[in-house]
């Protein structure tokens, strides 16, 4: 067995499995890397138990092999090779690695320890890869990272017959973007925040569309180079729908920018139990400000306001910038009350929406 491929090439590969392939498991099988060289390339595996990743990296091979390699090890070994090119052969068991003037062997395991991986099902539906992975990467943000929230600690995706929905919540804010696309399905089924940073980062590489599937309890993703099963969660998310305000006192646009740039400098004087800042609506004018033991912090801000005239209200600094994150142009804001939720959009996006609930002072 011969194989031949760019460094680069190779590196991004074993650093996305990096990721996945733990370092202890109390199955020792699953901190390697199951290594196939087949026509065309290789095919690369790897699997935490929850998440399991297949990629395929196009290389020149001669022969055909089948073995587990070390996933941590091989990964520190690749990035750090002197040439562009690297080149793998396999003497009496173990993976020969060589770049440039550095030459080493790795001992391989039977691949026959390896767990079998869940790819196999049935395409429930099609779509961007890219929009996937967008509709997941802005409602991240808002998932729980407390053991104790349960199914909080996920995003839940909603396939309906004119749209698909991803939603995020930890129970003090909401975030959810819809994907208008015509799907012949009707599902919902939460994925774990984890697994879901991971098929994130694979979907902004891929072109084209990805299939989805559901089979046993996992999610499957498949598009060219890749495939992907994630254990789902088990239940779905209680009606979050209901604590939307369905009417507003005061509505605000202003540049999503400038407010995330202004609370970053505010919030530093902010109290440091429950960051407060406030934003205060007067005149058409907005002030956001911040105070605790070591002083005042207030910027005034250039704001298009409409409804009441005067309000004021208190946010956790760190929700409200999440809420923003993920807007680039104009953010609408839109208030029902210093006591009630409040929703946050992008002007530009209609697709995307965040809720945040405010302090109670």
């Keep these: 067995m011969q194989v031949r491929l760019p460094k680069r090439t190779f590196a991004e590969a074993l ?21 196939e060289v087949a026509e065309g390339g290789l095919r690369l595996q790897g699997s935490n138990g929850e998440l399991d990743l297949e990629l395929v990296v196009p290389a020149e091979v001669e022969g055909a092999a089948v073995r587990l390699v ?7 070994v690749v990035r750090n090779l002197p040439g562009e090119l690297v080149e793998l052969g396999l003497e009496e068991g173990q993976l020969t690695i060589e770049s440039g003037s550095f030459t080493t062997r790795l001992t391989t395991a039977d691949p026959a320890e390896f767990p079998p991986l869940a790819f196999e099902a049935e395409t429930v539906v099609r779509l961007p890869a890219r929009e996937l992975g967008r509709a997941l990467a802005r409602v991240r943000y808002a998932a729980s990272g407390e053991d104790y929230r349960a199914i909080f600690r ?48 694979v979907l902004e590489r891929t ?17 060219e180079g890749f495939r992907m099963a994630a254990a789902l969660m088990e239940g779905e998310f ?8 369905p009417e507003f006192a005061l509505e605000a646009e202003i540049d999503a920018a400038a407010l995330k740039d202004s609370l970053k400098r505010v919030k530093v004087l902010a109290d440091r139990n429950n960051h407060r800042v406030d ?38 600094a760190e929700y409200l910038e999440g809420a923003l994150g993920p807007i680039a142009g104009k953010a609408r804001l839109r ?5 009630s939720p409040s929703v946050i959009q992008d002007a530009e996006d209609g697709g995307y929406l965040a809720v945040v609930v405010p302090l109670r002072v």
């Design 154 to 201: 996920g995003v839940q995706l909603e396939l309906h017959p004119t749209r698909l929905r991803s939603v995020a919540s930890d129970g003090f804010r909401l975030a959810l973007y819809d994907l208008e696309l015509a799907l012949d399905a009707e599902r919902k089924f939460v994925v774990p925040a984890r697994s879901v940073d991971e098929i994130v980062r």
């Design 207 to 223: 072109e084209g569309e990805v299939a989805l599937g559901l089979l046993g309890g996992h999610l499957t993703l498949a598009a």
């Design 70 to 76: 070390p996933g941590q090890l091989i990964g520190q």
């Design 238 to 245: 209680p009606d979050y729908e209901r604590v939307i305000p």
């Design 335 to 339: 208030f029902s009350g210093a006591a």
């Design 15 to 35: 650093g996305m499995l990096e990721r996945i392939i733990p370092a202890r498991a109390s199955n020792p099988a699953l901190t390697h890397l199951r290594f």
């Design 279 to 316: 934003l205060v609506f007067e005149g058409g004018r907005l002030e956001v400000v911040a105070e605790g033991d070591y002083g005042r912090g207030v910027e005034r801000l250039e704001v298009d306001a409409r409804g009441e005239a005067q309000m004021v209200l208190a946010y956790n």
